[in-house]
């Protein structure tokens, strides 16, 4: 079928060419969609980043490829273009700018579990966005239960496979959202992480940067000095957990998105029992577990540290997905005493 191409407007632009706001025309139906074209000399980079994203076509929180064709223009020459989603709400940005820092906490944590969705299937297929930031997560209208805008990660453009190493020394992405490894040209889902974290203190904070005094070569001394974006003081405390697992400056240690996934502060409030909130905002006890409540747990749902996962996992069959609830501890000893009392408080409890 012959399909006519119609520019209705310039959506973006960038080293790799433009982006325009197109209908095309059939003999059965007319569609707007997001036209990113690229010269000669970027094509192959265009064509990889359809590919990766053709990869995702069932995930609701990844910008849809319909496919590229080529075409020639009388300044340009011949260009490739490959036809997206149109977000019609814009991006993560645009709509920072619009609540000025007065984005509900509820609904940054909705937000959250939304780019999460989309970066897990992400890595599940071995490929690194590389480049997470508030531009590239593009707004289109409500999905779901929350009535919330839905989000999606759109421009792959720079996103590579999983353990490939760049060359030399420098950053690879947006410099403000640069987690301290991509420094070394390290290539991992971590790396994403940490801009994710940047992504939410975004949100909570309005400001137009993670980073608070943004310089290149000072972002980078701090970055290799351990330090990380300040988490924001009115951000509950499942928050401010939250974003401690996503800013472990050990790449290592920190959190996968699909660990994140099931961390309490993004999981939907249905969803989560009353007595894992009041568990998770009570203060952390260094000396001894606190007994707080009793509750439920879904199938495969993980609410402890990494060095507690195997145990809670062995805990949860033993009991039958019903635990008491402790306070848990910080360090790693207090952490086997947590879980030796939930044993003997479920086995009290059933003899």
């Keep these: 079928m012959d399909v006519k191409v119609v520019k209705i407007k310039v959506l973006g632009k960038g080293c790799f060419g433009v982006v325009h706001l197109v209908k095309t025309i059939?003999?059965?139906?007319?569609?707007?969609?997001?036209?990113?074209?690229?010269?000669?000399?970027?094509?192959?980079?265009?064509?990889?980043?359809?590919?990766?994203?053709?990869?995702?076509?069932?995930?609701?929180?990844?910008?849809?490829?319909?496919?590229?064709?080529?075409?020639?223009?009388?300044?340009?020459?011949?260009?490739?273009?490959?036809?997206?989603?149109?977000?019609?709400?814009?991006?993560?940005?645009?709509?920072?700018?619009?609540?000025?820092?007065?984005?509900?906490?509820?609904?940054?944590?909705?937000?959250?579990?939304?780019?999460?969705?989309?970066?897990?299937?992400?890595?599940?297929?071995?490929?690194?966005?590389?480049?997470?930031?508030?531009?590239?997560?593009?707004?289109?209208?409500?999905?779901?239960?929350?009535g919330l805008p839905n989000l999606k990660i759109g421009d792959f453009g720079i996103a590579k496979e999983e353990r490939v190493k760049e060359m030399g020394f420098g950053f690879r992405g947006s410099i403000p959202y640069m987690s301290p490894e991509s420094i070394l040209g390290d290539v991992s889902g971590a790396l994403d992480v940490w801009s994710l974290g940047c992504v939410v203190v975004q949100m909570m904070t309005g400001n137009r940067l993670p980073w608070e005094n943004y310089d290149a070569n000072d972002l980078m001394n701090k970055l290799l000095r351990g330090e990380t974006p300040n988490i924001p003081e009115n951000m509950s405390i499942l928050g401010k957990d939250f974003l401690a697992k996503c800013f472990d400056v050990n790449p290592n240690r920190r959190w996968s998105a699909s660990m994140l996934l099931r961390h309490p502060y993004v999981i939907p409030q249905h969803v989560l029992?009353?007595?894992?909130?009041?568990?998770?905002?009570?203060?952390?006890?260094?000396?001894?577990?606190?007994?707080?409540?009793?509750?439920?747990?879904?199938?495969?749902?993980?609410?402890?540290?990494?060095?507690?996962?195997?145990?809670?996992?062995?805990?949860?069959?033993?009991?039958?997905?019903?635990?008491?609830?402790?306070?848990?501890?910080?360090?790693?000893?207090?952490?086997?005493?947590?879980?030796?009392?939930c044993c003997k408080g479920f086995r009290s409890r059933n003899h």
Excluded at 96 to 115: F, H, S, W
Excluded at 292 to 300: F, K, L, R, S
Excluded at 334 to 339: A, D, H, V
């Design 26 to 146: 059939t003999l059965v139906y007319n569609q707007v969609y997001a036209m990113k074209s690229a010269d000669e000399d970027h094509t192959p980079s265009l064509r990889m980043e359809e590919e990766i994203i053709q990869q995702f076509v069932d995930s609701p929180n990844i910008i849809q490829c319909y496919g590229g064709f080529t075409s020639i223009e009388r300044e340009r020459g011949m260009v490739y273009n490959i036809l997206l989603e149109y977000a019609s709400g814009g991006n993560l940005e645009d709509l920072i700018n619009k609540y000025g820092g007065d984005i509900p906490e509820r609904d940054v944590a909705c937000y959250t579990r939304m780019i999460l969705e989309g970066l897990s299937s992400i890595h599940r297929k071995g490929y690194v966005h590389s480049d997470l930031k508030p531009a590239n997560i593009l707004v289109f209208p409500p999905h779901g239960g929350t």
């Design 273 to 341: 029992p009353r007595g894992l909130q009041l568990s998770y905002n009570s203060s952390h006890s260094s000396t001894y577990p606190q007994q707080v409540c009793q509750y439920g747990i879904p199938q495969g749902f993980i609410v402890y540290d990494r060095v507690l996962l195997e145990k809670v996992k062995c805990l949860e069959e033993l009991q039958s997905r019903k635990m008491i609830s402790y306070r848990q501890p910080q360090e790693q000893k207090k952490g086997t005493e947590y879980l030796c009392n």
